[in-house]
């Protein structure tokens, strides 16, 4: 009998979140995302690492993590009070096991969610609270390949006439990854998967051998790629590879219609008890304000498109995961053996997804995906279907060094492909303002690196630059434009812009002369605090 043919498949997981941290707000409700994200995704995800390590499961899978929630991750403060939110959350889940000790079918699921908090607890401690650790730990074991993401997640495309910012961008996050990681990122993912021409050139400089696209940005390169999307482009003049999207394997966990995370039998995202029962029965998980928050217990399943919802139950959704993986690992073998008989390479499908989607928006999504690497590992059962490698961007790289060469198109994986998702009539407004702060912070950096004063600036200056590359977030235009807490984004857009011209403007009055703001530099410096060692001369054109 023949061999199957080999195929490789690249499971990449963004993990990202806005830098959100307001000591002066005892509770933020912007801060429950991060909170939510720990509990519901990157804590179970980390349990399907343990659990495939532990049973020699090979899982070769990239993961990038974004510098700020890096920064949130390991910020005291912040884990100070995921503690104090977990301890809230487990003691509503007592309480609900004594609201519904009378409801065979709500207590069964009660008792779920009891337990499962007090075996992810006891993994948290177990990591010492210290999440990137752990993947630093998975990543020197040789289970996962961890790589970064711009500093802010700014969007590039929109950035390519403002370069230093763009360069900045790159290299705060190349420089964050070494200090943590004690290596240097070997590939990068583009906030949006946004990539303009010339982009490569900061990443040539930072000396990161990779990125992601979506499938159109390799399509409508500059040359055609022989392989379509199942080989990485190297980028002409710098040989940065660039692995573009499959649009199938992203269809079958993204789409709303047929997606697999609108089965039935899931549990539904939309049902929670945080708006279902009155407020007494929800403390002491009710903020300070009596606004409604999800909770995470959720005890009804999808089961159709009413309002009309059955109980949820944990064993059935999770033999459907179980169902879903080995129907996604089967339509890969078969991509993968018709791919294979086309081209002189293994072919690659690139499956990139954000992996707040595993666990928070799909609660089964962690069980979906150590099923699919458990699935994966197995051989294959019929003859057309390939035998699937899990493999990393850069073990790719290394089996084929010599890559066509072509420079991707201006793409996006946002709305239309382009650019537009973040701007456009609801957004629009913060380009000019973040442009005309760059050249300004450009120009007065100038000024100051030529003036025997530039000590007395040098904080300022560098703050300056902070509330900058904070403004750029691409998040905050996301927001606008998807309507969900506008409020918020604007005012964050609005408050960095603002602080950054009160830090520029003290620090012109102190190269004229005048006394340093020493107090509003450090008020702002306490609040936000990441990139410590952050200089203002990377936003500087003489230094590009």
């Given at each position: 009998m023949a061999a199957h043919p080999l195929g490789a498949f690249c499971l990449v997981l963004h993990h990202h979140l806005p830098y959100v941290r307001h000591p002066e707000h005892p509770r933020s409700l912007e801060e429950r995302w991060l909170f939510e994200a720990i509990t519901e995704s990157y804590l179970p995800l980390i349990r399907a690492w343990r659990s495939l390590e532990r049973d020699g499961i090979p899982a070769q899978v990239t993961v990038s993590l974004s510098p700020t929630l890096?920064?949130?991750l390991q910020d005291d403060l912040l884990r100070e009070r995921y503690a104090q939110f977990f301890k809230e959350l487990r003691e509503l889940a007592a309480r609900e096991l004594q609201r519904t000790a009378t409801r065979r079918a709500e207590h069964a699921i009660a008792r779920f969610y009891a337990e499962r908090l007090d075996h992810l607890w006891a993994l948290y401690e177990q990591l010492d609270g210290d999440l990137v650790n752990e993947y630093k730990r998975l990543q020197q074991a040789g289970r996962l390949e961890v790589i970064t993401s711009s500093a802010t997640h700014a969007f590039l495309p929109l950035?390519?006439?403002?370069?230093?910012?763009?360069?900045?961008?790159?290299?705060l996050a190349a420089q964050q990854y070494e200090q943590i990681f004690g290596r240097k990122t070997s590939g990068i993912w583009l906030a949006e998967c946004g990539f303009a021409p010339g982009?490569?050139?900061?990443?040539?400089?930072?000396q990161i051998r990779y990125f992601f696209t979506d499938a159109h940005g390799l399509l409508n390169a500059s040359s055609a790629p022989v392989y379509g999307v199942y080989a990485p482009l190297a980028c002409k003049g710098t040989g940065v590879a660039a692995f573009g999207r499959d649009l199938a394997s992203s269809e079958q966990v993204w789409s709303a219609q047929t997606g697999y995370p609108g089965d039935p039998q899931y549990r539904e995202f939309y049902r929670d008890i945080g708006f279902d029962l009155p407020l007494k029965d929800l403390e002491p998980c009710v903020p300070p304000d009596g606004v409604r928050v999800a909770t995470g217990l959720k005890y009804h399943r999808?089961?159709?498109?009413t309002n009309d919802k059955d109980w949820y139950d944990p064993d059935a959704a999770r033999a459907k995961a179980a169902e879903h993986a080995r129907h996604f690992v089967k339509s890969r073998r078969q991509q993968l053996a018709h791919l294979a008989g086309m081209m002189d390479r293994m072919p690659l499908i690139v499956a990139p997804y954000d992996a707040e989607l595993f666990g928070h928006w799909w609660f089964e999504?962690?069980?979906?995906?150590?099923?699919?690497?458990?699935?994966?590992?197995?051989s294959p059962q019929a003859d057309d279907e390939a035998e699937v490698r899990l493999c990393t961007p850069s073990q790719y790289l290394s089996a084929y060094p010599i890559l066509q060469s072509s420079t991707p198109a201006l793409s996006s994986w946002g709305e239309g492909g382009f650019a537009?998702?973040?701007c456009n009539e609801t957004n629009e407004w913060i380009y000019r303002y973040l442009h005309t702060a760059a050249q300004q912070l450009s120009s007065l950096g100038e000024r100051a690196l030529k003036s025997p004063r530039l000590s007395l600036v040098e904080a300022a200056l560098n703050q300056a630059a902070r509330e900058l590359i904070l403004a750029q977030s691409s998040d905050f235009?996301?927001?606008?434009?998807?309507?969900t807490t506008v409020k918020y984004a604007v005012q964050r857009t609005e408050d960095h812009l603002a602080a950054f011209k009160q830090l520029c403007d003290g620090a012109e009055a102190c190269l004229n002369g005048a006394d340093p703001n020493d107090h509003f530099v450090q008020k702002r410096q306490s609040q936000w605090n990441l990139f410590p060692q952050l200089d203002f001369r990377l936003f500087c054109e003489s230094r590009l």
């Open positions: 890096i920064f949130m950035m390519m006439n403002d370069r230093a910012s763009a360069r900045a961008q790159i290299q982009i490569d050139e900061f990443l040539a400089e930072a999808v089961t159709g498109p999504g962690p069980d979906f995906i150590e099923f699919l690497i458990r699935e994966a590992a197995k537009q998702y973040w235009a996301f927001m606008m434009r998807a309507g």
